[in-house]
């Protein structure tokens, strides 16, 4: 049960990681990956994790410093992200949550750049990382590869 929330975590490291960049891709389009690829992934997949659950755990901080509670930031997030839902709020309370997310945005920023070393640390350039990211998105069979080398990276 761990590995496969685990597993879902990678695919939305990755999926977060390259989705400005995956505009130019063709989601069709077949890749090839080898094994040593797929195993470049799999021992970067530990480190991203770990700045993702860094990242995670400052956007918390920083929310719950900022004065709002969490229910109310998302509520005001999931406003600015829809254009069907809405709140009502104060301009000083519109105000503050600019304020946060700009700070939010510069964080996201550094958590990006970290994990953009993570991946050329292991010899891979971020448009072959974005490529195989978005290949992972759909191909079962490379998910499965994928699934069984962090499995025995875990052993």
Do not use: W
């Amino acid at each position: 049960m761990r590995f496969l929330k685990s597993f879902k975590t990678l695919v939305i490291c990755i999926a977060t990681i390259g989705a400005c960049a995956f505009s130019h891709v063709n989601a069709q389009e077949q890749v090839e990956v080898s094994d040593a690829e797929l195993t470049k992934i799999a021992s970067a997949f530990q480190d991203i994790q770990k700045v993702n659950m860094e990242a995670q755990q400052q956007v918390m901080k920083t929310v719950e410093e900022s004065g709002f509670e969490a229910n109310r930031f998302n509520e005001m997030y999931q406003a600015t992200a829809s254009p069907e839902k809405t709140v009502d709020a104060s301009d000083e309370e519109k105000e503050r949550f600019g304020k946060l997310m700009n700070e939010i945005q510069q964080m996201q920023v550094g958590f990006t750049e970290q994990i953009e070393e993570i991946i050329s640390n292991e010899g891979l350039s971020m448009e072959r990382y974005q490529a195989i990211a978005m290949a992972l998105q759909s191909d079962a069979e490379l998910q499965g590869r994928l699934r069984t080398m962090l499995t025995a990276q875990q052993n």
